[in-house]
């Protein structure tokens, strides 16, 4: 918790976002544990940079042009229109009225119709508002409305709500495609919720049924669930962003907010428990509208959560939220301009969203079985989870044993794979998984297993490195050698100081998890050395080989060796180990010399069984 609560209950007298108004600098530390007793004072943070930016005539992309008689701040209109959203819902949920009072400034009822005819005249063609800014008008009036029981913004809404009905339905189904996988502000399927808020609110099914009909066609479409350049799997959405919209998560939280538990179990096959969209971390400095793709993921899985009920991804959404609150310089008044005007509303439409009732949850509840590490966690190369790989192959064994687990596999198999990056993206996302089922029924809170492989964060050369020499021998290729240097060199770095930053790594991992499971079984891999069955020439073998053995098992400037300090800390940790060296023989190797095939991944579940 922090501090200003404290401030709160003593500074009574004061309101909500006058007293958190003074903690603008402050390091924001929220958990997503305390998530529903902390998401008021959350708002109230919030509630800063918008008080900021919605008076502000004149500014950004609006100029000194600005001439809408209401939005006329924040930048550009749609800003300033989600500003006044926000401020809306902080009021209907804080019961402060100093945010109605406020945002009532620039919202008032005399200017509605001068409103709706800027919006049909000077915005009708704005490619910025076609979709995008009508769809936060929507929002808007509907949270308007239940805020303060006042209607007069209806027909501005449904303006609004036809206008993108027009636009949509004046496409050509090539265009509208396209849509589907825009990442801003054409994006189809943000077009098509708000469509469809607006036809639930005001009971207009016909105007439902068109958002259905245009869903049905286009988000519906086969083709997205491929992995193509015209498909949008979620696995799209897991790693960096582009713009301030993923749109294959937004897809999957258009068909909830749609459909809802009509589409459920077609959901849950698109976004299995083992998918994690990591936190991005936005660079210092950066402008660009990546810096609201945090928050729009999470509004977003948190629409597919209320249809599925999967704690997975409630705790994803979360661990989105709160890590990007912890980097206020990326939306805060301590952010440029640029970025705190509009990236606070997308978290408040998160919070929002949470205080409406999931769909009746039909799924059983079960006990959690944890994988955790690289690619050797996953199976292999991935995006997805290899049903034959080591994890999986130990799931089928524990469900014969005691019925039916859910596997939550969150290694990793490209971008970042270290073990940092467990620490920092991956970690904080597993202990709030087991912390959330811990309000499970004991038979099934504590996890059945954590099971993990970390550690082996170099890569050396593989066979691609060698075809690249073409027909000169790698023992005499540039190329080859090259890399060889270069690898050592990393291999050396990471073997530093006794290998201190990784002893430091996979301690607070092993530690963290013991305290959180301290009665669950959990074992960690060591590793095999693949470059004695690798396809390279025998001299690129003998020396590549040789290399990987001592960075293994010690000797030279590698001192002990990766797996003897995976064992020496699994000991101070209480954790099992699995003797993965020298298991391995020929064809329990994939091609690239790393990961190893099914037949190798059989083997494996069979030692992580056998650790004591």
């Avoid at 406020?102 to 001068?114: G, I, S, W, Y």
């Avoid at 913004?153 to 509208?176: D, H, K, Q």
Wanted: aromatic fraction near 10%; glycine fraction near 6%.
């Amino acid at each position: 918790m922090l501090t200003v609560k404290r401030v709160l209950a003593a500074v009574c007298t004061l309101t909500l976002h006058f007293v958190l108004a003074s903690t603008a600098n402050a390091q924001l530390i929220f958990s997503p544990a305390d998530f529903e007793q902390d998401k008021l004072e959350m708002l109230g943070e919030l509630s800063r940079p918008i008080e900021d930016c919605l008076p502000r005539f004149g500014t950004g992309a609006q100029g000194a042009q600005a001439d809408s008689p209401m939005f006329h701040g924040c930048w550009d209109w749609h800003s300033a229109v989600h500003a006044a959203y926000s401020l809306y819902a902080i009021y209907r949920h804080t019961g402060d009225v100093s945010y109605r009072t406020f945002v009532e400034q620039q919202v008032r009822p005399e200017l509605m119709n001068a409103e709706l005819t800027y919006m049909q005249t000077r915005l009708f063609n704005n490619s910025s508002e076609q979709l995008y800014g009508n769809s936060w008008f929507i929002a808007l009036a509907i949270e308007r409305e239940r805020a303060t029981g006042q209607t007069d913004m209806r027909p501005l809404a449904e303006f609004a709500a036809n206008r993108m009905r027009t636009f949509i339905t004046g496409l050509t189904p090539a265009n509208v495609r396209t849509r589907v996988l825009n990442t801003n502000y054409q994006n189809l399927s943000w077009a098509l919720i708000h469509i469809d808020l607006w036809g639930k609110f005001t009971g207009n099914n016909e105007l439902s049924q068109y958002a259905r009909s245009v869903a049905q066609e286009y988000l519906f479409d086969p083709v997205l669930d491929g992995d193509t350049a015209q498909g949008c799997p979620i696995t799209k959405d897991t790693g960096a962003a582009s713009n301030f919209f993923s749109p294959c998560i937004l897809r999957l939280a258009a068909v909830a907010k749609i459909y809802g538990a009509e589409q459920a179990d077609w959901l849950r096959a698109r976004i299995p428990d083992s998918i994690f969209v990591e936190p991005i971390l936005v660079n210092q400095g950066d402008i660009s509208h990546i810096n609201g793709d945090n928050w729009s993921r999470a509004f977003g899985l948190w629409w597919i959560y209320q249809v599925t009920n999967q704690e997975t991804i409630r705790a994803n959404s979360l661990r989105i939220l709160v890590d990007h609150f912890a980097q206020p310089t990326h939306w805060d008044i301590t952010a440029a301009y640029d970025v705190s005007h509009w990236v606070a509303q997308y978290a408040v439409r998160l919070i929002d969203s949470s205080y409406e009732a999931n769909v009746p949850d039909t799924t059983p509840k079960l006990p959690l079985q944890l994988a955790l590490g690289n690619s050797w966690a996953l199976g292999g190369t991935g995006p997805l989870v290899n049903p034959n790989g080591y994890a999986a192959r130990l799931q089928q064994t524990l469900q014969s044993q005691r019925g039916p687990i859910r596997l939550v596999d969150i290694g990793k198999a490209t971008g970042t794979t270290t073990t940092a990056n467990l620490v920092s993206r991956r970690l904080p996302y597993a202990l709030d998984l087991l912390n959330r089922w811990q309000l499970e029924a004991p038979a099934i809170r504590d996890a059945a297993l954590i099971t993990l492989h970390t550690g082996f964060d170099t890569s050396f050369v593989t066979p691609a490195t060698a075809a690249a020499c073409g027909t000169t021998p790698p023992e005499q290729c540039l190329t080859f050698l090259r890399a060889l240097v270069s690898q050592y060199a990393n291999a050396e770095a990471s073997a530093a100081n006794d290998w201190a930053q990784l002893r430091a790594n996979l301690g607070t991992i092993l530690s963290q998890l013991r305290a959180a499971a301290p009665r669950t079984r959990i074992v960690i891999g060591t590793y095999d050395n693949g470059y004695r069955d690798c396809n390279l020439s025998a001299a690129a073998k003998a020396k590549t080989q040789a290399l990987v053995a001592s960075y293994l098992e010690g000797g030279g400037p590698f001192g002990v060796g990766l797996n003897n300090v995976i064992r020496q800390v699994a000991a101070a940790n209480g954790v099992s180990v699995a003797e993965v060296s020298n298991l391995l023989g020929p064809g329990d190797w994939a091609a690239d010399c790393f990961n190893p095939s099914d037949a190798g991944h059989a083997k494996i579940a069979q030692a992580f069984l056998a650790a004591p």
